[in-house]
């Protein structure tokens, strides 16, 4: 049906490509090689190659895993419109999509013959697309069986209150789904943060926990998961999921696993009468309805150096740069305090009123802003403002989302703060944004970063972000309706 996730990351954009297995000469004879007699390690017969991969030594297994990451360059989907319109989307071509094509209506009425056919057409077509509504209206019949994985696979549904089976997914999330393209950082997700953001929220469905597995040794190799949500598209107001965390184990780049945990999750959305999806990636889709980019904002500017985060531009040096990105000691709003459980009625007002300017945004219950946005250590934060007379008149929250360093020789992580909401009526943007920075630099966050959705395009340069490299797209699965500009997405997909 869809793929998410969340951020910017070559295992996420991995869904979008139809991989083809590696075929080898089977029958032929093979020439027989003398074995030395030290050579224990070398059984007869087929071998995992995961356990061997795991015997190696440590610096052994990062070398492999850094020339693995090297090679796959350029093998991904696009990462932009112009290389999406010269690319074939064999798996999505056959999905309830918008299409990219190469050309406008106009462009074809001159360059094709008549006798083309209307396939080829709607292939060649970049749909502009200025209509609301399911794109199929008609959906086929739910198939009752999971979808056939290669004979060495089998299906699982993971049972998140069991901690050795959450502990196995933070380990494939965390060594397979997501890394920086020069292979310096990754991603780092707790047990608690999965917990939050895409596995228990209200009305979630264990059956959306959706695993692979080897067969022979049980290792968990592939997931995917949806969440319910409740989006208002313009002025409509659709039951969908939000999927994310497709992620395939890297040693299976061919055995086509993605397409299928894809297909197996829509047969389990589509169990539940659902037939609409949001989701997210950096890579160009067919189609994306909403483009945004990250922006980040220096709170640790040496460390941040040092990693290759941020590279000093030619007229900076260090000393500037932390001069540049210095801030006051304390905070200047009054009354700015955590949030508790005694103003989730509040702030939900609060968030309805807000989030009724946009194009694209969640409709949240009293226990979707209990579960979102209610403080949790490490995890989520919120802060509001109560005015001299109690009354809650603005609030502010972000998420902590830390990456792992790799092969650094001093620092061994990174710890970044993502906004999630902000709304600012009694209290000035910009010092309310400025307030939120210098509380994540005394809880010693390394950076700070904001998508340009909502309304933080008012506060990104005054306030010293920088400008990011990455974009991430928007998309709804079987659902038209007009492209929306990144100041008019009301929902951070995390």
């Known amino acids: 049906m869809f793929t998410s996730l969340a951020a910017p990351m070559p295992e996420n954009t991995f869904m979008a490509k139809h991989l083809e297995e590696n075929k080898g000469a089977e029958g032929k004879k093979k020439k027989k090689t003398k074995k030395h007699k030290d050579q ?47 690319h074939t989307y064999r798996f999505w071509d056959t999905q309830p999509v918008p299409k990219i094509g190469m050309m406008d209506s106009a462009q074809l009425e001159t360059t094709l013959p008549v006798c083309i056919s ?45 901690q050795k089976q959450l502990r196995e997914l933070c380990d494939l999330l965390n060594e397979n789904y997501t890394e ?8 780092h997700y707790s047990p608690q943060f999965l917990l939050w953001r895409a596995l228990c929220p209200p009305g979630g469905q264990s059956q959306w926990h959706c695993g692979v597995r080897v067969n022979s040794s049980q290792k968990l190799v592939g997931f995917i998961s949806a969440i319910p949500a409740t989006m208002k598209v313009f002025d409509i107001e659709l ?18 696993v993605a397409p299928v945990l894809i297909k197996e999750i829509t047969r389990r959305v589509r ?40 590279s000093l531009t030619h007229n900076m040096t260090l000393q500037r740069a932390l ?30 009123e ?58 061994k992580d990174l710890k970044a703060a993502c906004v999630l909401y902000c709304i600012s009526k009694a209290t000035p943007l910009l010092q309310l944004m400025e307030d939120t920075l210098i509380i994540c630099k005394a809880r010693g966050f390394d950076v700070f970063s904001a998508m340009d959705v909502m309304d933080n395009k008012a506060f990104l340069e005054p306030l010293k972000f920088r400008m990011g490299e990455v974009h991430k797209q928007y998309y709804l699965y079987n659902w038209r309706c007009p492209e929306i500009s990144s100041d008019k997405v009301g929902v951070v997909l995390k």
Not at 239 to 256: A, G, P, T, W
Not at 282 to 297: E, M, Q
Request: aromatic share 8%; charged share 25%; hydrophobic share 35%.
């Open 40 to 86: 224990t390690w070398a059984k007869e017969g087929p071998q995992d190659p995961f356990e061997m991969l795991d015997s190696l030594p440590e610096e052994k297994q990062q070398e492999i895993q850094k020339a693995l990451h090297l090679f796959s360059f350029g093998q991904g989907p696009p990462k932009s419109l112009l290389e999406a319109q010269k």
């Open 118 to 162: 209307t396939n080829v057409i709607h292939s060649l077509l970049d749909e502009k697309v200025t209509s609301y509504g399911p794109i199929k209206t008609e959906m086929p019949s739910v198939r009752e069986e999971s979808y056939s994985l290669p004979q060495e696979f089998i299906w699982d549904t993971l049972d998140l209150d069991n």
């Open 180 to 187: 920086e393209d020069d292979n310096t950082l990754r991603l």
């Open 239 to 256: 039951k969908m999921v939000e999927v994310n965390f497709l992620c395939v184990h890297k040693k299976l780049r061919s055995k086509r």
């Open 271 to 310: 169990q539940q009468g659902i037939s609409q999806a949001v989701y997210s990636t950096s890579a160009v889709l067919p189609k994306p309805i909403a483009t945004c980019r990250y922006w980040h904002r220096s709170l640790n500017p040496r460390k941040l150096i040092e990693l290759n985060f941020f």
């Open 323 to 352: 001069k540049l990105n210095r801030l006051p000691e304390t905070t200047k709003t009054t009354g700015l305090r955590p949030m508790t459980v005694q103003d989730v009625q509040v702030v939900q007002a609060l968030l309805k």
């Open 354 to 411: 807000h989030l009724k300017a946009f194009h694209l945004s969640p409709v949240l219950t009293l226990e979707d802003v209990e579960h979102w946005l209610l403080p949790q250590d490490g995890v989520i934060d919120t802060y509001v403002v109560e005015s001299m007379t109690g009354t809650v008149t603005d609030m502010v929250s972000f998420y902590t989302l830390p990456s792992t360093a790799l092969n650094h020789p001093v620092h």
